[in-house]
DNA sequence: GTGGGCCGCCGAACCGATTCGACTTGTCGG
DNA sequence: CCGACAAGTCGAATCGGTTCGGCGGCCCAC
């Protein structure tokens, strides 16, 4: 079942057949139905290898992904599903790499071993060494978030300083004084993990200028966390009116917190954050939130990485991305004293 | 940087420095040396398609998920990673491919363009037109889960009968006499997905040994859901003493259900369950449960296709999963009447 | 009637690896 | 001293596509 067979049964040569399936010359209209019946017959497909080989391009792409043994938040995951989703679309294959630990082998693979046209890569560090094999094998790629660096590379990110700054205005606005950023984990920060970094430094400044006293506060990414990080920001800091969070994985701890303690939302407290428009309607009260786009980045970083792969000499491209606040029941005006 | 222009630096025949990378036959140390070197300096990794191509397989394997826009749930994530995990262990590339919905282009493209060595297929149904399209192309497949005629294929699954019914028997045991199964919901059972049908089959019979009074209530995969169902449960059937729940997804609902009717649990109420050990464990109190060890899946999933790319035509195997159960703190005696 | 141009098709080269048969050495035994 | 044998290497074929140059036949214009 290969092109030569397909020649063969409908009397032709192999190139005709191939011309006939690209349309790159034309080919008699008796010639083509001929054919087509055939591999309708049949049911050819080319071979993926023999014509990656041939083309130089494998019609399809790498997804750098967490190492598996972390479990992937649901931002992550909405990502992945994204991208796949958006690829597909548009006939391209996923191969899918774990990367960090020691999967490096893997990564390696797909560079050098030219499995890929290529590569988007997640959860992209301030100082990432893969951006720079990526860059020194000369492989098109597209991260998602983008390093310290932004300007040589591609990239699309959610604007984490702007958003935390945008729900820090939200609650000034609404008569809140003193707030408190619940933070991603402190190992991620210390790891060079931008969009911490980001949203700690939005948090810093938006407090800064209106002069509200305010607390960054570094939580796990996972519930129990977010539960301890709550109980705690209650004990020593009663003071507190408004919350902004940007860690996703820890609001069911936070919202368990606040129903253990019996904290009445958003009459004595008010929370907004940044998180996937899944987690906050799951939060009850709903939460007031910048909804952040996973669908939309994949898919952008899925054409950004296409028109790369196309002209790959043509000037970076970057999308940052800053959803509007969903305004939704978990924030209200701050309780008089 | 391709084998040719190694063979050119080192001063030898392609030929020769594939063997002295294969070893399938013999090359001086010398001569070897000289190879290596040059490869070293220039970083040389054999082109995937080349290899592929007269190779005739791939060294990559498919991954057939549940289409994107439905969310996956954490269990199904865990085999999805679990899957990566241990194909990058053997040297595999993992192809992911969404399925159902209007994607069976990609599904086909893997199929028939012969990108994958073998097919791991995830959320099979009791009759899977997948699994009989992979047949009928001849290409060697593994599903997690399996068919109404699981005689002929490869595949791994949790025993969910047995496990379900054990739940029963524990509960039996403490003496619970009248106990709830919160299932999966009524569209997966309508579309024949096996571990819905198993449970239901399980729970049943179970109920039946134990002379107990059970019901069957469907619940759709996620929190809200959950929550609605306890609800219900309570409000309808408040002589329940006892719930068997195989519906991950619904736990922090069901959570949430519990804490705002401010029912004690094991006190008042006892839950059990299968769940993947990460959601046992995240369930205040700790739940008791079978755990879905959904790593342990992945691997030998993977496992079982290599051996299958191997020997096709061996007979099928299959690994039918029985993981204890976890006595937490979510069981306890049935309340005095 | 003949030359030019175009349409439709064919044959061969090529992509980068693997593998088989054959060839050149060198060594050892008879 | 010559033949057998083994080790080490080379050249060519092959996998299944794509693509380039060329060739035959037909139509049309001069």
Redesign the pocket.
């Known amino acids: 079942m ?3 067979e397909i020649a063969r049964r409908a ?6 057949v ?2 006939a ?2 349309g ?5 209209p ?2 083509k139905r001929r054919i087509q019946a055939v591999i309708d017959e049949i049911g050819y497909r ?2 993926a290898a ?2 990656a ?3 130089g391009r494998t019609r399809a792409i790498g997804l750098v992904i967490p190492p598996a043994s972390l479990l992937l938040t649901d931002m992550q995951l909405g990502f992945v599903a994204s991208v796949v989703e958006a690829a597909a679309h548009a006939d391209l294959d996923v191969l899918l790499s774990p990367s960090g630990g020691d999967h490096d082998r893997s990564f390696e693979r797909l560079i050098s071993g030219r499995r890929v046209d290529g590569v988007i890569l997640m959860e992209i560090r301030l100082e990432d060494e893969r951006v720079t094999r990526l860059q020194q094998a000369g492989l098109p790629f597209v991260t998602i978030g983008h390093t310290a660096r932004p300007q040589g590379t591609c990239w699309v990110d959610v604007d984490y300083a702007t958003l935390v700054a945008r729900c820090v205005h939200h609650l000034a606005d609404l008569g809140h004084r003193t707030v408190a950023l619940i933070n991603r984990s402190t190992e991620l920060v210390a790891a060079g993990y931008g969009p911490a970094h980001r949203a700690q430094a939005g948090f810093a400044e938006a407090v800064r200028r209106r002069g509200l006293s305010g607390m960054n506060v570094p939580c796990a990414d996972n519930p129990a966390a977010g539960e301890e990080c709550f109980e705690q920001l209650r004990e020593r800091h009663g003071e507190i009116t408004g919350i902004v969070t940007v860690n996703e994985a820890a609001l069911p701890g936070i919202q368990r917190g606040i129903e253990r303690a019996g904290v009445a939302v958003p009459r004595e407290l008010s929370i907004a954050g940044v998180a996937a428009r899944h987690w906050a309607e799951g939060f009850r009260p709903q939460l007031t939130a910048a909804d952040v786009p996973t669908l939309e980045m994949g898919t952008h970083a899925v054409d950004l990485l296409l028109e790369r792969i196309a002209t790959p000499d043509g000037a970076p491209r970057h999308l940052l991305l800053t959803p509007p606040i969903s305004l939704r029941d978990s924030t209200g005006p701050a309780p008089a004293r």
Do not use: C, D, M
């Open positions: 290969n092109i030569g009397g032709v040569a192999r190139s005709t191939s011309y399936l690209s790159r010359r034309p080919v008699s008796a010639t080319p071979h023999a014509r080989l041939k083309e």
